[in-house]
């Protein structure tokens, strides 16, 4: 358990005790840290209520707002739950708030929630093509989702960081915030240790230990991947009750990535799932790693130093590739817990040789 430093704390009501909150599927308080080269709170990507502060890259300190309160990333202060969207869940937000809003589906971005202002809650849906911007509040094209950044957790006004292109950098601004690169000159990079712009390169390979190897770009398109073969075998979706035209299809090189096939033949435009997740393609769409298996590089886009091999008898180091036993002990690797273990986990990888 890391120390927790004391601190003159700033937000507007005080969380009463300090604590490692357990990180959710998704970015974590470190990875918010780690793009941010100065100090100050960040909302927790596992609990709306929660926060951290980040100081020299690295997170010191961590707690949770009161009951009836969520933490309010951009203000950096706790606020009333009945007026301020929770970050993390739309139900906990239409549970709270006091009058009618429309918030994003934070786990389907083709998708909004209309809160009645009563507790109760319903969806709509974009449509072909169509994504849900919650800065706007309005459906606009695909397929980028405009909620999935990192600057939905940091303070408004700030430079950090892109964890999914080291060396580009967003400017965050009331929770969005789009990938930018320091000019228009490959040479130019951002370091986000400094938060300025430099000729050198501080990226040395993968700076997240994700795996992900930068052969496609968020839209880039295919002429072949919403073939006929590849449309029929994706899962046909259902979005409130009722089946949709559009399929999302594997880009059969990646465990993370996929395409959007607006119909059979159609141009594919390329997406990945959010930091955490990888694309199970025959439920067409993003889960936990550990719910299936995968057959490509199961290092992509998990923030993982470590990922179990097939039957959890060992493990990837994914910063290398390389592969090494767990102690004849402990013979099984956790990846969800990253230990070896002794009781063999029910994760899908470990039911698979």
């Known amino acids: 358990m890391m120390t927790v430093l004391a601190f003159n704390v700033r937000i507007c009501v005080v969380a009463a005790c300090l604590f490692l909150a357990s990180q959710a599927i998704g970015y974590t308080m470190d990875d918010l840290c780690k793009q941010w080269s100065g100090a100050g709170y960040i909302g927790n990507p596992s609990d709306c ?163 992900d190897s930068g052969q496609f770009t968020v839209g880039q398109t295919s002429n072949t991947a919403c073939n006929a073969t590849n449309f029929k075998n994706a899962q046909t979706l259902t979005v409130d009750d009722k089946e949709v035209t559009y399929k999302y299809v594997t880009d059969s090189e990646t465990c993370y990535g996929y395409y959007y096939c607006a119909d059979e033949g159609a141009t594919g435009y390329w997406n990945q799932c959010p930091t955490g997740t990888q694309f199970n393609n025959a439920l067409g769409k993003c889960v936990s790693p550990a719910s299936f298996v995968c057959t490509h590089n199961r290092c992509g886009n998990v923030n993982n130093k470590f990922m179990a091999v097939e039957g959890c008898l060992g493990y990837t180091i994914c910063s290398s590739g390389a592969t090494n036993d767990c102690p004849s002990t402990s013979k099984y690797y956790d990846e969800v817990n990253n230990i070896c273990t002794s009781t063999e986990p029910k994760y899908a990888i470990c039911k698979s040789s």
């Open 49 to 211: 209520r929660g926060w951290g502060y980040c100081l020299n890259q690295q997170t010191v300190s961590w707690g949770t707002c009161k009951t009836g309160l969520v933490f309010n990333a951009q203000t950096a202060c706790c606020e009333n739950a009945t007026i301020t969207p929770c970050s993390t869940s739309a139900v906990q937000t239409c549970s709270a708030i006091s009058s009618p809003i429309y918030v994003p589906n934070l786990l389907n971005c083709t998708e909004y929630a209309h809160c009645d202002g009563k507790g109760k809650i319903a969806y709509g849906d974009c449509g072909n093509g169509g994504v849900y911007s919650e800065a706007t509040g309005k459906c606009q094209w695909g397929p980028a989702c405009p909620q999935d950044n990192i600057c939905r957790f940091m303070q408004s006004n700030i430079f950090v960081g892109d964890p999914n292109k080291c060396g580009s950098y967003m400017n965050c601004i009331n929770g969005y915030g789009s990938s930018t690169a320091c000019t228009s000159s490959p040479n130019i990079y951002y370091n986000a240790a400094t938060g300025k712009c430099q000729s050198t390169n501080p990226c040395t390979g993968d700076n997240t230990n994700s795996g």
